[in-house]
């Protein structure tokens, strides 16, 4: 899982309350992104910032909020908007180049009743 | 639009058989492929990935791809497999010139069998 860390491994709420999923990285990448997994739908794209203070929506943004107020740290806030919050969320970093090889974290599991 | 099939759900092979796990992808333009696995509860991990040149890839564990631009197809493979291969792969797939996003397939399940 490199040098990226989530926190924490199990989350669980009840419905209505907003919940904030913490990532860190320590690769000095410039690009980080949250990708929420559900059975058999592979992964989707939450929000992915290139740069600090800058994030972008992805696929599936409704009922999420990001902030990238430093390099290292994109945390994600599950708000209560959220129609099926419970998943699996990975969050994942890269060089913003050409490639842009991605490197993931070990992923927080969210479970809301 | 750029999208990633994986045909096959599940896969299993005897230990010590030869593996492939399949992946087609839909993309205008030229693809950057890549293939990740995932255990249990965990992050998902690289293996190897296409960008240009040769069209056999080698990665870890000793994974291999076939990059095969006509069948547009970038199909993972192993030349023996291991009891501890077993997990999920997803192949993904981005066009540098298009969308910044990398598009996953949905993943193929790999049991080996002792």
């Known amino acids: 899982d490199g040098g990226i860390t989530q926190s924490p491994k199990y989350l669980f709420r009840k419905e209505g309350q907003n919940v904030t999923l913490s990532c860190e990285q320590n690769?000095?990448?410039?690009?980080m992104y949250w990708y929420r997994q559900d059975p058999g739908q592979g992964l989707r794209l939450i929000y992915y910032s290139q740069i600090v203070n800058d994030f972008q929506k992805g696929d599936i943004a409704e009922g999420y909020s990001v902030s990238r107020e430093k390099k290292e740290s994109f945390p994600l806030t599950v708000t209560s908007a959220q129609k099926n919050p419970t998943a699996f969320y990975l969050c994942?970093?890269?060089?913003?180049?050409?490639?842009?090889?991605?490197?993931f974290g070990p992923g927080t599991r969210l479970t809301v009743t | 639009a750029q999208s990633v099939a994986q045909p096959e759900d599940q896969v299993k092979v005897a230990e010590g058989n030869p593996l492939t796990v399949k992946c087609t992808y839909s993309?205008?333009?030229?693809?950057?492929l890549f293939w990740y696995v995932q255990y249990p509860n965990r992050g998902l991990q690289f293996l190897l990935k296409?960008?240009?040149?040769?069209?056999l890839v080698k990665g870890s564990y000793g994974f291999e791809a076939e990059f095969n631009k006509s069948q547009t197809s970038f199909h993972l493979k192993k030349p023996s497999a291991l009891v501890s291969d077993s997990a999920l792969y997803f192949c993904a797939v981005r066009v540098p010139t298009g969308a910044n996003n990398l598009f996953f397939g949905t993943g193929t399940r790999l049991t080996v069998i002792p």
């Open positions: 993309v205008s333009g030229n693809p950057y």
């Open positions: 690769l000095n990448h410039d690009a």
């Open positions: 994942a970093s890269s060089t913003w180049d050409r490639v842009r090889e991605q490197y």
């Open positions: 296409y960008i240009t040149g040769d069209n």
